[in-house]
């Protein structure tokens, strides 16, 4: 199993960046797939989740209207596009795959700072 996210750097506040993430080594279609991101000093969260076939979101109440996941089950990929990004953004950013709690899969995630 891997989940290799991509697309995190230094960014200015207000701009935008596109995170994606690869899965390999399981069916992909079957799992709901979020992203969480983890600031210095303080806990893991959820940003965002989408159902396996792409039909539901979630988004946390600090990136709503500002962020936005997606996937491609066809590619096995999933994506967060994020917009109008704040200093408080800034975290690493990690994608996550789930069905059950034996079925819990983790990126190594990628960093996005978000500073002038």
Sequence with gaps: ????????????????????????????????????????????????????????????????????ISRDNAKNTVYLQMGSLKPEDTAVYYCNAYTDWLHDYWGQGTQVTVSS
């Design 1 to 68: 199993v891997q989940l290799v996210e991509s697309g995190g750097g230094l960014v200015q506040p207000g701009g935008s960046l596109r995170l994606s993430c690869a899965a390999s080594g399981f069916t992909f279609s079957r799992y709901v797939m979020s992203w969480y991101r983890q600031a210095p000093g303080k806990e893991r969260e959820l940003v965002a989740a989408i159902t396996s076939a792409g039909g539901s979101t979630n988004y946390a109440d600090s990136v709503k209207g500002r962020f936005t």
